[in-house]
């Protein structure tokens, strides 16, 4: 190809959570009138011709009568999706001349385009904007629906187009930028279910402080109906917020899921994720997949949030399974054909089972050994992974009547916050005690709760994991109660929370 | 010579005479129930009449000690206009129809001071006494309950005797259905006993009554509390024992409510369970097993009007006595009392205790590890004998 007409233009390719640069180059040249897509994959860049061709039509803009060659580099990263319409049709504007080439240096363009030229929203535009900003570009043009998202990057300026034709007199310095949508300020935990409508449950509500003040992995066990997910719903607000970067991260994989809802106010959520995936999902729904690249799934969702499992019992085993690289790693890895990608998922997981095969309840009249048998099937390693496990009753009508309205989640919170600075204070910014190691656990521990949690193992009550589980919980116990060091009383009562978990996995 | 002003006022439909007589010898330090018991024995034996009048006028002359002077009858008049109070008198209008059932032969009281709403004590379609000890398991306390719940909604009077525990709980459950309730105190009107349940007093006067035979300022003494479970059971057509322990003070009331006629029912527990013994003796003896909540409802149905007996008789003020020692911390051993074979979710035993519950699953899982109880998949359960002996005997 020797003559021609030269354009380029910029736009970004993200895999997983990586933000590839991607240069698009126009050839315009001579030749038998036609669209060819080089150096991206599938149909894909088929469709992409298509649109591109239409959308500069519409916009009365299509160099007739030639052959356009199209290049996206570098052509190993794989390129899903439309996000690339925009680009290309900038780049071959650039190489007719109808936008002047040098407007382009330092810009990058972001958006899907429809038949008639206007410009869509495209997922993942949040670690898109941020891997633009990296590199050096300065202005980002995008569409009006990801403005918002793409506008909590900072250093870039974020110009929202409707339609080609507003991108081409932007570029053209025709037409000044318009401003954003004005951000509307996001109230605190607004919305967020408060723990004041849960009435009685003294035994689950205090397993959810602690949970919350430890970071620790909760199970609920009561008969339908009891309130178990109205408890685990309730676990967000008294979790403290997202700090800048957790909401940011939490952020960009939202985007990335295409979670992010277009029209989305520009200011950060910073409540605690939290994610309910039914039980009949698959696997790749609850720990991310896809053909290609990997979508991130419910687990990765749940990051720096809560992960709630209910019916437990009902998970297919090997689903259950994928949770143990989360659980241990706090990230998930996904391969797929085109690409690993790498999600982060650190979540507080809280499951939720029936006591026994009928449900539980009133009219239950299984036997204790029935429910032994039905309980060990949670044993395994998810039983010992599960740090609490308060049995949640039905409240009786009288219970409706005379039990107190319960404790705010403010209140609560307030006191999760002070145990949470206790534990930093000890084991260093943003550590939580379900994490912390055995060994400096059992220094800021007094022999008899050693003793005690010693008598336990030896006695069959607690397997080894379990004997550091407790420890654990009752450091926050004590952090709860502001004790420097962890007591008898503190290791009691982390033992009683695991009572039951203890006889689901030895039944007597 | 005609009766000072405050006699009317006291009285609740009795002669203003006789109020002002009573008053007066109430007001005397002996004249306690056995005196009056002793006098009206006597009048039987000679065959004498046993009208208030004639048994008023042997107790003033029996010399057991000086007539206090009008100024101290005036006193307690004037403390009990106070309260609110009224007085009956055996054989008046205004006094409780079942209790004079049991006059003479039987030991109703000569007199009665009355605190309610309307200044008599109702008299409902039936009057039911539930009774039992100062230490029962939850699910005792939940028995009592649910029995006065069932009973006051059909406006049956729940009796009982104020005491913590069974007592009180009965109570409770009597107001739970703003039904008719009536407490039967061994102290006076005005003593704050058991300490720091006037709330719980002030409840049961507006819901129906609280009565006692004592005189303003009566403390607390062991034989006034035996002496008032005559009144419980002679104020209630049958009475329901829910839970005590051997040699309780339920039992022995019990037997005498069977004596003398009265329908005595009891709820069966485990025979491992030590607040069960009582009843169970009972049933052994011939009470009524109360097999379902319902049929207390049935046993009223089937029944004339009959005098039972109550619950055990308090001793000191402090509402929770110490179980066994097993050098349990405080809490532990309050979780332990609640406990029985019936299992026990920790939500339910911290509001019974009043303890919090993070303290309440240390005490369980400390309970457990020491073998006195066991967790079960609906709950925690007592583990019955070896290791509790040290129950001290209740009364």
């Known amino acids: ?508 | 010579m005609s009766p000072p002003e405050w006699a009317a006022a006291l009285s609740s439909g009795a002669d203003p005479a006789l109020v002002a007589w009573v008053v007066r010898l109430a007001a005397a330090d002996w004249a306690h129930p056995d005196r009056i018991r002793r006098v009206v024995a006597a009048r039987l034996d000679a065959g004498q009449p046993t009208d208030a009048g004639a048994v008023l006028e042997d107790l003033e002359g029996c010399g057991a000690g000086p007539l206090p002077p009008p100024a101290a009858a005036g006193r307690l008049a004037a403390g009990l206009v106070r309260l609110g109070a009224r007085v009956s008198v055996v054989g008046q209008p205004g006094y409780p129809h079942r209790l004079a059932a049991a006059w003479p032969e039987l030991g109703a009281p000569l007199w009665l001071f009355v605190r309610s709403a309307t200044g008599r004590l109702p008299s409902g379609t039936a009057a039911v006494a539930v009774v039992g000890t100062r230490q029962p398991t939850l699910e005792g306390l939940e028995t009592a309950r649910a029995l006065a719940r069932i009973l006051a909604a059909r406006g049956v009077v729940v009796v009982s005797g104020m005491a913590r525990g069974i007592d009180q709980a009965a109570h409770a459950g009597a107001l739970d259905a703003d039904g008719p309730t009536v407490g039967v105190l061994g102290t006076g009107l005005d003593v704050d006993y058991p300490h720091r349940d006037g709330p719980l007093r002030d409840a049961v006067a507006a819901a129906g009554g609280l009565v006692t035979e004592y005189r303003l300022g009566t403390p607390p003494r062991a034989p006034n509390f035996l002496w008032r479970n005559r009144i419980i059971a002679g104020l209630a057509d049958a009475t329901v024992v829910v839970e005590g322990r051997a040699r309780s003070g339920a039992l022995q009331t019990a037997r005498l409510a069977a004596a003398q006629g009265r329908e005595v029912l009891a709820v069966p527990g485990s025979l491992h369970q030590p607040a069960s013994r009582a009843p169970l003796d009972l049933i052994r003896d011939g009470a009524r097993p109360l097999t379902h909540l319902d049929e207390i409802l049935e046993v009223l149905d089937g029944l004339p009007v009959m005098p039972g007996e109550p619950d055990d008789a308090p001793v000191a003020d402090h509402g929770l006595a110490p179980v066994a020692d097993h050098g349990l911390a405080p809490v532990a051993a309050d979780v332990l009392r609640l406990l029985g074979a019936v299992p026990a979710t920790p939500d339910r035993l911290a509001a019974a205790s009043g303890h919090p519950i993070g303290a309440v699953l240390g005490a369980v899982a400390d309970l457990t590890v020491r073998g006195l109880a066991a967790a079960t998949p609906r709950g925690f359960v007592a583990v019955p004998s070896n290791g509790r002996s040290g129950q001290p005997p209740c009364l």
Request: with cysteine; glycine share 12%; aromatic share 2%.
């Open chain 1, 1 to 508: 190809m020797g003559g021609g007409l030269h354009g380029r233009a910029r736009s970004v390719a993200v895999v997983g959570l990586q933000a590839v640069t991607v240069t698009i180059e126009a050839h315009v040249g001579g030749g038998l009138p036609c669209v060819t897509v080089i150096g991206s994959s599938g149909p894909t860049a088929r469709e992409a011709v298509h649109r591109v061709r239409t959308a500069l039509s519409a916009a009365g803009l299509l160099p007739g009568g030639r052959k356009v060659l199209l290049s996206l580099a570098p052509a190993e990263v794989p390129k899903a999706g439309a996000r690339f319409d925009l680009g290309m049709a900038m780049a071959v504007l650039a190489a007719v001349g109808t936008v002047p080439a040098d407007a382009l240096d330092d810009t990058a363009l972001l958006g899907e385009l429809a038949l008639d030229a206007a410009v869509r929203p495209v997922p993942g535009v949040l670690p898109a904007v941020g891997g633009l900003a990296g590199a050096g570009v300065r202005r980002v043009l995008i569409a009006d629906g990801n403005a918002a998202e793409a506008a909590l990057v900072d250093g870039v300026e974020i110009v929202p187009v409707a339609d080609l034709a507003e991108a081409v007199a932007v570029v053209r310095g025709e037409q000044p930028a318009r401003a954003l949508p004005a951000a509307e300020p996001v109230a605190a935990g607004g919305g967020a279910p408060d723990l004041a409508d849960v009435r009685g449950q003294a035994e689950a509500r205090r397993a959810l402080e602690i949970a919350a003040a430890g970071g620790h992995h909760l199970l609920l066990v009561g008969p339908p109906g009891c309130g178990k997910s109205m408890l685990a719903r309730r676990l967000p607000a008294i979790l403290p917020p997202l700090t800048h970067a957790q909401a940011m991260e939490l952020a960009t994989i939202r985007s990335v899921a295409g979670r992010f809802a277009a029209g989305q106010s520009a200011a950060l959520d910073r409540v605690p994720p939290f994610q309910a995936p039914h039980h009949g999902v698959s696997a790749p729904a609850l720990l991310g997949g896809g053909s290609g690249v990997a979508k991130p799934g419910s687990a990765s969702l749940a990051h720096r949030g809560v992960l709630f499992l209910d019916e437990l019992f009902e998970w297919s085993r090997s689903v259950l399974e994928g949770l143990r690289e989360p659980m241990e790693e706090g990230v998930i890895r996904v391969a797929r054909s085109k690409a690993t990608v790498t999600y982060p998922a650190r979540f507080q997981l809280v499951c939720a089972a029936n006591p026994c095969p009928c449900g539980g309840g009133d009219a239950c009249g299984c036997s204790d050994d029935v429910i032994w048998g039905y309980q060990a099937k949670l044993s395994g390693p998810l039983a010992d992974r599960l740090d609490l496990a308060p049995t949640v009753a039905p409240l009786t009508a009288d219970d409706l009547l005379t039990a107190e309205p319960g404790e705010c989640s403010t209140a609560v919170a307030a006191r999760v916050t002070g145990a949470r600075a206790a534990a930093a204070e000890r084991w260093g910014e943003g550590a939580v005690n379900a994490e912390a190691s055995a060994q400096r656990l059992r220094a800021v521990t007094r022999p008899e709760a050693l003793r005690f949690l010693a008598g336990a193992v030896e006695r069959g009550e607690l397997t080894g994991r379990g004997y550091d589980r407790v420890l654990r919980v009752a450091r926050t116990c004590a952090d709860l109660e502001g004790a420097e060091v962890v007591g008898r009383s503190h290791a009691l009562e982390a033992h009683a929370h695991r009572l039951a978990l203890r006889t689901a996995s030895s039944p007597p």
